[in-house]
């Protein structure tokens, strides 16, 4: 079934409406529709440089980005070597809290017996 011409009227108040499914429709019968509305959607050169002007970002936000990526690696590497001293911490407490002596006499601090 072939479908009768939509002029750029309609196809406009078919947006404005929210009626996508109407335009898909001309879409699919026709693709000189596709191009008309790319035409008919497609923005002034000032549009253009005027979004492109907002949305660019400020000249230090990358050397802010960076300086702010280099604090939390600073950071991240710190609390790392804290937890790691707490560790060595913690290892040596259990090392001086078990039961086992070490006997002095014995070569190379061997540990002793509980005989001896």
């Not at 750029?8 to 078919?14: Q, S, T, V």
């Not at 008309?36 to 970002?57: F, G, I, K, N, Y």
């Not at 702010?68 to 290892?91: F, K, N, P, S, Y």
């Amino acid at each position: 079934m072939r479908l009768r011409p939509v002029s750029d009227r309609l196809l406009r108040r078919w947006l404005a409406s929210g009626r996508p499914r109407w335009v898909g429709e001309r879409i699919q019968s026709d693709p000189a529709v596709a191009a008309r509305l790319e035409t008919m959607t497609a923005l002034d050169v000032e549009h253009v440089e005027s979004l492109a002007a907002l949305v660019q970002p400020a000249p230090a936000f990358p050397e802010r980005v960076v300086v702010g990526m280099r604090a939390r690696i600073d950071a991240l590497e710190t609390l790392g070597v804290i937890v790691d001293l707490m560790g060595v911490g913690w290892q040596t407490g259990r090392a001086l809290m078990t039961d086992q002596s070490v006997d002095t006499d014995a070569p190379d601090g061997a540990r002793g017996t509980d005989e001896d």
